[in-house]
């Protein structure tokens, strides 16, 4: 169990009432109890796993999975908090495996001779490469820190197998309005880490764009309040009346209109793959100047492109994806700004190119099957006989080897028993094929 610190004499808490002036609003507010966390009852309401498992005090690993400002650090640090451990934070952007390896032999140390249970927080835990994440995993694996790792990046491509498999993936989602809301309100009226201690009033309209431009994001909300309420002089009788101008100014709104990993971004690009599908060149080249304008990386909506091909356009013109990776070629070889008329060039193509879907159409009926015959044998003409003990099984036999026969004499099954005769692709008219 973790020992009690001592009671800060005058000096410290001198010292903690300074180092609070400087701290950001959004670190300030941050809550060390379940009860006045904010969001995530998916995760965290009654009766639920993660709940659960703090009320027992019987962690486990954990990633957090979420969107920047959605509450993965706050979590974090409450679960450590209730579950009476000590805790130790590193960002895997500032750190190596030297660093965690004084982690690892402090708590061990702390294991051995206090019985205190370590749980060891890395924020952007994708950052770390391979070798970085390899090493932190006999630690992880016998016990001597519990590891709570927080990444925006999706964990099934960032972190590795064997350090995922010892870990609960729990998903956290971007916060809405209401949550904003409450959070707002608290940061208002706290006159202890709040800004409680001013009188402040903000305009509707301040506030709608407040908790729209702020993408879900708690803590980009908390900063822009900050500033706004910093910047904003009192009246004569000491209230600070924040203007829609005002907040603006607090939020570069300009900026944040399209915030490259907020909602607006998934929106866009929605628009501009749904105007190519609609064969509406205007709309398609209108979208993609939006993410032009913004700033976005090139070669992601070139990437988008070449899914568009062969997704939509199929079959249909099977030119259309030869098209879609040169563009992506160009544009990973040109870059801003020239490789913006590449992307223009490539977007009117295809939505003037006739769209047939039917590939990949086959292709997710064939999935949902997949996903219920996952442990179908496979056909024993099918399958290759490289021992006698395999032919004496039947393995191969019966197989038509389709260049000796005409295509329908040499026809067979290929799927497995369960599924004979199943069709996946259903031709279309305008099929090449």
């Known amino acids: 169990m973790r020992k009690k610190p001592n009671s800060p004499d005058l000096f410290d808490q001198r010292v903690q009432h300074d180092v609070a002036r400087f701290v950001p609003l959004a670190d300030r507010l941050r809550p060390m109890q379940l009860e006045d966390y904010v969001g995530q009852e998916e995760i965290i309401g009654e009766g639920k796993l993660l709940r659960k498992a703090i009320e027992n005090d019987e962690l486990f690993s954990i990633i957090f999975w979420g969107p920047p400002g959605s509450g993965k650090t ?6 450590a908090n209730l579950t009476m ?5 590193m960002s895997a ?21 206090h019985g205190e249970r370590t749980v060891l927080f890395v924020d952007e835990i994708h950052r770390w490469n391979k070798a970085q994440q390899d090493a932190f995993l006999p630690a992880v ?21 064997p350090l995922l498999s010892r870990s609960r993936v729990f998903v956290l ?6 949550e904003l809301s409450k959070i707002v309100k608290r940061a208002l009226t ?8 001013e009188k402040v009033k903000i305009a509707a309209k301040a506030m709608d764009l407040l908790m729209s431009a702020g993408n879900g994001d708690a803590r980009t909300v908390l900063n822009a309040l900050e500033i706004a309420v910093k910047a904003t002089a009192k009246d004569n009788v000491g209230v600070k009346h924040i203007s829609l101008t005002d907040m603006e100014d607090a939020l570069q709104h300009k900026a944040l209109q399209y915030d490259k990993h ?3 971004h998934y929106n866009v690009i929605s628009a501009f793959i749904k105007s190519m599908r609609g064969s509406d060149p205007d709309g398609a080249l209108y979208w993609l100047n939006r993410m032009v304008e913004a700033g976005e990386d090139p070669e992601f909506i070139a990437r988008r492109m070449v899914v568009f091909a062969s997704e939509d356009v199929g079959l249909a013109d099977p030119q259309a994806l030869q098209l879609a990776v040169a563009v992506f070629n160009a544009v990973k070889l040109i870059g801003y ?52 003990l395999m032919k004496d099984l039947g393995y191969h036999k019966g197989y038509k080897y389709s260049h000796d026969y005409t295509p329908e004499a040499g026809k067979q099954e290929y799927l497995p028993e369960k599924l004979k005769g199943k069709k996946y692709f259903q031709p279309k008219s305008n099929s090449s094929v």
């Open 74 to 79: 706050t979590l974090a640090r409450i679960v």
């Open 85 to 89: 451990s000590h805790f130790e934070q």
């Open 93 to 113: 952007v500032t750190s190596g495996i030297a660093d965690l390896r004084k982690i690892v032999e402090a708590a061990s140390e702390r294991r051995k001779f």
């Open 141 to 161: 694996e016998n016990g001597t820190v519990v590891l709570i790792g927080a990444t925006t990046e999706n964990p099934s491509f960032e972190i590795i197998s």
């Open 173 to 178: 989602q971007r916060l809405g309005v209401p």
């Open 190 to 197: 706290d006159k202890t880490v709040g800004l409680g201690k």
């Open 262 to 264: 907020g909602e607006e």
């Open 337 to 388: 700004p020239e490789c913006q008329i590449n992307l223009g060039h490539g977007v009117v193509y295809l939505a003037l190119a006739p769209k047939n879907n039917t590939a990949y159409a086959g292709l997710l009926a064939a999935k949902e099957d997949v996903q219920e015959t996952m442990n179908e044998p496979v056909p024993l003409h099918l399958r290759n006989a490289v021992t006698d």
